[in-house]
T-cell receptor
């Protein structure tokens, strides 16, 4: 089974800092996703990527950017962190196209103070 | 556009009682449907999925769900709740191809002794 690793479980950053959240898979899947999860709002898609150097905006891309220089790594970047970006961030990969679901990492709980 | 509605942000049952978590979807094409479970401070884990074929789908931990096209529903059930079932459950829909997963807002299942 594929493994999806998010580098940090808990992160505390200051307002205005540039924040990098890393996600690494141990296989060769093309499609990778970043979601944020907030109580009562479920999971909302921020960005996704279907190949190296390719990216697509999701439903809530404002305040975020992404980088995918290698197939196995997909990074989420908060250019200037704000308190309203305090959230749980979940990385996922699509293990197959079409009917396949996603495999998720364990999540990074980011607090911006 | 696809969307998912989960009825009830919280559902409480007694240990041994029937679990019923409701999910309705909208999709312009025959959908792929998923249920995920999230335990505290963890990522999401796939419980079961419907793609094509048999409309009653069995998943892990004794859960099952039935796809009812006429009702646009995909409710999750388990005959007898266990304390370890206490978690948050997410229903998700995908329209196939390269579309992304759209999640409901989640239902927290509380199990009392």
């Amino acid at each position: 089974d594929v493994k999806v690793t998010q580098s940090s479980r808990y992160l505390v950053k200051r307002t205005g800092e540039k924040v990098f959240l890393e996600c690494v898979q141990d296989m060769d899947h093309e499609n990778m996703f970043w979601y944020r999860q907030d109580p009562g709002l479920g999971l909302r898609l921020i960005y996704f990527s279907y190949d190296v150097k390719m990216k697509e905006k999701g439903d809530i891309p404002e305040g975020y950017s992404v980088s995918r220089e290698k197939k196995e790594r997909f990074s989420l970047i908060l250019e200037s962190a704000s308190t309203n970006q305090t959230s749980m961030y979940l990385c996922a990969i699509a293990t197959t196209t079409g009917s396949g679901g996603y495999t998720f990492g364990s999540g990074t709980r980011l607090t911006v103070v | 556009a696809q969307s998912v509605t989960q009825l009830g942000s919280h559902v409480s049952v007694s240990e041994g009682a029937l679990v019923l978590l409701r999910c309705n979807y909208s999709s312009s094409v025959p959908p792929y449907l998923f249920w995920y479970v999230q335990y505290p401070n963890q990522g999401l884990q796939l419980l079961l999925k419907y793609t094509t074929g048999a409309t009653l789908v069995k998943g892990i931990n004794g859960f099952e769900a039935e796809f009812k096209k006429s009702e646009t529903s995909f409710h999750l059930t388990k005959p007898s709740a266990h304390m370890s079932d206490a978690a948050e459950y997410f229903c998700a829909v995908k329209e196939g191809g390269y579309s992304t997963l759209t999640f409901g807002k989640g239902t927290m299942l509380l199990v009392s002794p």
